[in-house]
């Protein structure tokens, strides 16, 4: 069974910053896409942020510009750097790992923004 496990949520003021975490297992994750996707009640899960193997990032419109997504293969981790938060960002975040058809999810991390 593969994991994810995630770290780097909490509560922060509107404006603020936070970096969320995922390792990966070390055998597949160089070779894995990489996501962050959120979910907020009642709400169907939406991306918010990809990386391939490759490096190759994409973003949901409503974090352009705020967020970036890196990757660091010697660590098995990816990381989302969240900038400038804004209140609509409060959500569960769900590390993701995709290798061909099959996809693995991570626990979800609470982040809440204060206004």
């Known amino acids: 069974q593969v994991q994810l496990v995630e770290s780097g949520g909490g509560l922060v003021q509107a404006g603020g910053s936070l970096r969320l975490s995922c390792a990966g297992p070390e055998i597949i994750f160089s070779i894995s896409a990489m996501g962050w996707y959120r979910q907020t009640p009642g709400k169907q899960r939406e991306l918010v942020a990809s990386v391939t193997s490759g490096g190759s990032t994409n973003y949901a419109d409503s974090v352009k510009g705020r967020f970036t997504i890196s990757r660091d293969n010697a660590k098995n981790t990816v990381y989302l750097q969240m900038n400038s938060l804004k209140p609509e960002d409060t959500a569960v975040y769900y590390c993701?790992?995709?290798?061909?058809?099959?996809?693995?999810w991570g626990q979800g991390t609470q982040v809440t923004v204060s206004s």
């Open positions: 993701n790992s995709k290798l061909g058809p099959v996809a693995y």
